[in-house]
Every structure is written in structure tokens, then in C-alpha cells.
């Protein structure tokens, strides 16, 4: 929908945006871990307004119509993006949340007006329209760009390689097509971003999804066949420039956080698991001159542990391994917040200055072996997942499920699904709200977005 004027959820700078409103909605995505009986996913709203009544419980709820999706990731049609001098639709409204089925590759359209809790389904894209325009299947990142949206893909429908990006129109949400012109050696694919401000454009690597939809496959950990690099592109031409690769011991790099700064070429990307020490790590990409390089800047050890408490999979290791799936970062660039799967820790380091990254709160919940409890739960499974940071960097949201087939892999006694607030100072340090603990009844929450916009959802063209 065309506005009068640039929607009010948009701002020019990050700067700007973390003087936004606070939010008072969260949308989150749940799946049914057994499909066979016949419940479907959904889109559920969180009330996160601290005065309400219904503060930390499900307030809304949209189920798709599909059985067996596994919805995942999503994200906005349109962001900040949108005010870049050169978007041609600068009057476009954030209305509709864009939802795929990482395991059907169906496209989910919500409005998210006029009922914020109560968002309609208003378009279903079926997977077999995607893979006829774009080759793609399995549907993973959502971002709202200034001339499209982007989605990115693991595989083709057959489940191999290789996986990529393809557009949308912003607002007939119309599949566009393939967006790689010349993909290089580039075949896996997970995440991407850019920086808007040098039309350059970062992708990671997970698998295929053969590799990744029955769980972890060790042969191919182990053999450091899973992915360890990034790639580098020519956003406006669509054409590859460079690999950054991070070594075949470094399995799996996945979230993307480049620098909200449009004049800084930096960023950083979680790196799973290494099949050298179970540690996992955060590495630090940047410009030196025409020339970009890439560094390890954090790196978490495994934890040493009895076998007889842990899962099939890890009892010859001895040790539970972090496992970082998510990481996010503060709209100033200052803080750099890290999730770990494995151990249930989510860590908060200052990369004020990136070439010198330093830890400056922990917060344990869930985990393997620890299952650290909320102040109103008792143990808790899962772990620390999938975070989402509030635009003025206080408060960070958090989910403890990863993916169906690799959850049972790590808590094969099944994840009951929780959310929880953590409280973040602005300078240095976290700790949970209390009050704050939301609940699944049987379904698993994934990725949370925040009404009008989060750390992760948008990217600016000004300083």
C-alpha cells in the first residue's frame, strides 16, 4: 500500500531508530514437531508491553493451512531500506510479514493490519511456483531490500545444490525470479546481507538440504563438508567478487551481522561447531583497502561433561559443544549478543571496537547437560536460540527451538518451547526479566520479530 508520506516505522539512520518508540508486539513462529497429528504451524503475537495485563503471553494467533512446514525464519516487505536514494518505492508501508515453510518452501503472506494481534492470512505462494520461476527450494532468510525482497534458498527441489537468492515484488509480493547473474564457485547458501553503502552484498553457507533435513550427518561434519566460508558479491551487477573461506575444520557459518553503519565495511558470522575442539566461534569480516579479509575475533570452548548425561551424539566427545546458532547486533554497532545452542548461554560482548571483542555478560538457560531454570520455571530444556534485539538495544527477546530433525539430535527427551525477555544495560551486562517467560502449549517458537521494526530486520542508507 502507497502512503502519503514514508511510514513512520522507517528511519534514515540507525541512530534514528533507536530513538524509536518502544515496542509493545512481538510476532513469533511456531511449528508442530509431529506433523503426523495433524496440527498446523502458526504466527503468534506476544504482548511485550510491560503495563499490560497479558504481559509475556500469547495475545494473537494465525495458523497456515499447510501440515508439515516447519515455518523458520521471516521478516517485513518493506524496512528502513526503503529511504536509500535510490529505492523506487519510497512511500511503501512494514505491513506484511512474509512466512516460509523451510520444509515445504510454501510462502506465508499476514497482514498485519488493522489488527496487529490479529494477523490474516492473506496470499499463500505454493513451492512449486517458486521452483518454476527461480530454480529455489527450501526457504530460509527474509530481507526487505530497496528494490525487492529478498529470500534466500538452500537447494533446487530435489534437495542439492545449489542455493541462492531470488526476489519478490515489494508490493504484489509477485516471485521476480533468480537473483545470482554469476554465482562463481559459490553452491551452499544459508544467510545474506550487504552493505548498502558500497553495493556489496555477503551470503554464508549451511548444506543442502539433503545434508541438513534428517539432522546432523557426521560423516559429512567430520569429512568438513558442511559450510566454512563466505562469499562476497557485487550487489547492483549480482555478480560474485570473492570467497572468504574459513577453513574446512569450521562447520557450519550461518547468521550474518554486518555493521548498521553505512560508511563501515565490517561484520561478523557465527561459526557452529569446530570438528578440532567442539568449540564454537565468532569471526570478523572487513575491507582493507579494495581487498576483503576475514579474522577470528570470539572463540567459546567446549564445556567438559559426563557421558552418561548427554545425548547419543555427543557421548564419545565427552564435553557439550556451544553451539552458536544466532547472534545479533545493537543498532550502535556496540554490543554483539551470541546465543549458544549447546550450553544455553547467551553472551554479550562489546566490539565497539571489532579487532577487540570483550565479553561483558552471560546469561544460562536451558542446556544439554545444565538446564538452567527461568525465575518462574523450573529446568528448562532447549537452549538459547534465536535472539531478536529491540531497536534501542534494552531488551533482547529469546527462543530455545533450532530445527526439528537437529533439536532431537541434542534433547532427545523433546523441547517444551519457551520465550524470555533478557534486560540489557546499556553499559555492559544482561539478566533475565523476571516476569517474563512465555510458554508453547506442544508447539516450538523459532524467530521473533518486533512491531515496528528490530535490530535485524532493517538496513540504512545514512550515517
Given amino acids: 500500500m502507497a502512503l502519503w508520506k514514508p511510514d513512520q516505522t522507517f528511519y534514515p539512520s540507525p541512530r534514528m531508530a533507536m530513538q524509536a518508540p518502544r515496542e509493545k508486539l512481538g510476532y513469533v513462529v511456531t511449528f508442530n514437531p509431529t506433523p503426523q497429528n495433524g496440527k498446523h504451524d502458526a504466527l503468534c503475537v506476544l504482548d511485550l508491553d510491560s503495563e499490560s495485563k497479558a504481559y509475556g503471553q500469547v495475545v494473537g494467533r494465525a495458523e497456515v493451512p499447510g501440515v508439515g512446514d516447519e515455518l523458520h525464519h521471516f521478516g517485513w516487505n518493506a524496512c528502513s531500506a526503503a529511504l536509500c ?27 498485519t493490519k488493522p489488527e496487529p494481534k490479529n494477523p490474516k492470512l492473506i496470499k499463500v505462494i505454493e513451492a512449486e511456483e517458486i521452483a518454476a520461476r527461480t530454480g529455489y527450494s527450501r526457504l530460509h532468510t527474509i530481507h526487505c531490500g530497496p528494490d525487492a525482497i529478498y529470500v534466500s534458498a538452500l537447494g533446487n527441489p530435489a534437495g542439492d545444490g545449489p542455493g541462492g537468492i531470488f526476489l519478490l515484488d515489494h508490493e504484489s509480493f509477485e516471485v521476480l525470479g533468480r537473483w545470482e547473474v554469476d554465482r562463481g564457485p559459490q553452491q551452499l547458501a544459508y544467510d545474506f546481507w550487504w552493505h548498502l553503502g558500497y553495493d556489496v552484498a555477503v551470503t554464508s553457507e549451511w548444506g543442502t538440504p539433503k545434508m541438513v533435513e534428517g539432522g546432523v550427518v557426521p560423516e559429512l561434519l567430520l569429512g568438513g563438508k558442511y559450510g566454512h566460508a563466505l562469499h562476497i558479491w557485487d550487489l547492483r551487477k549480482r555478480r560474485h567478487l570473492k570467497t572468504l573461506d574459513l577453513g574446512a575444520e569450521q562447520q557450519m557459518a550461518l547468521e550474518l551481522r554486518p555493521s548498521h553503519d553505512p560508511t563501515q565495511t ?19 569480516w572487513y575491507r582493507e583497502g579494495d581487498d576483503w579479509r576475514i579474522r577470528k575475533a570470539i572463540e567459546i570452548p567446549a564445556e567438559p561433561a559426563d557421558p ?48 577487540n571483542a570483550k565479553l561483558t555478560g552471560t546469561v544460562r538457560l536451558g542446556g544439554i547437560v545444565s538446564h538452567a531454570a527461568h525465575p518462574k520455571s523450573g529446568p528448562l530444556n532447549g537452549g538459547s536460540q534465536m535472539i531478536e534485539l529491540s531497536r534501542d538495544g534494552r531488551r533482547l527477546y529469546m527462543t530455545n527451538s533450532l530445527y526439528g530433525a537437529w533439536d532431537a539430535q541434542f534433547y532427545p527427551e523433546g523441547i517444551k518451547g519457551w520465550a524470555v525477555k533478557i534486560d540489557c544495560n546499556p553499559g555492559g551486562g544482561i539478566a533475565p526479566d523476571p516476569r517474563f517467560f512465555a510458554t508453547f502449549d506442544g508447539e516450538r517458537p523459532h524467530q521473533i520479530r518486533l512491531e515496528g521494526g528490530d535490530s535485524s530486520s532493517d538496513s540504512f542508507c545514512y550515517p
Fill in 85 to 111: 536514494p535510490y529505492a523506487p518505492h519510497p512511500h511503501i508501508e512494514r505491513r506484511y510479514l512474509l512466512v516460509p515453510g523451510l520444509r515445504s518452501s510454501r510462502m506465508y503472506i499476514f497482514d
Fill in 266 to 284: 565490517y561484520g561478523f558470522v557465527g561459526v557452529v561447531i569446530s570438528t578440532k575442539d567442539l568449540s564454537a566461534s565468532i569471526w570478523h
Fill in 308 to 355: 552418561s548425561v548427554l545425548p547419543p551424539a555427543l557421548k564419545p566427545f565427552k564435553a557439550v559443544p556451544p553451539l552458536v546458532t544466532d547472534i545479533n547486533l545493537s543498532l550502535d554497532d556496540k554490543f554483539l549478543y551470541v546465543a549458544c545452542f549447546g550450553t544455553g548461554d547467551l553472551k554479550q560482548y562489546d566490539v565497539s571496537d571489532p579487532f
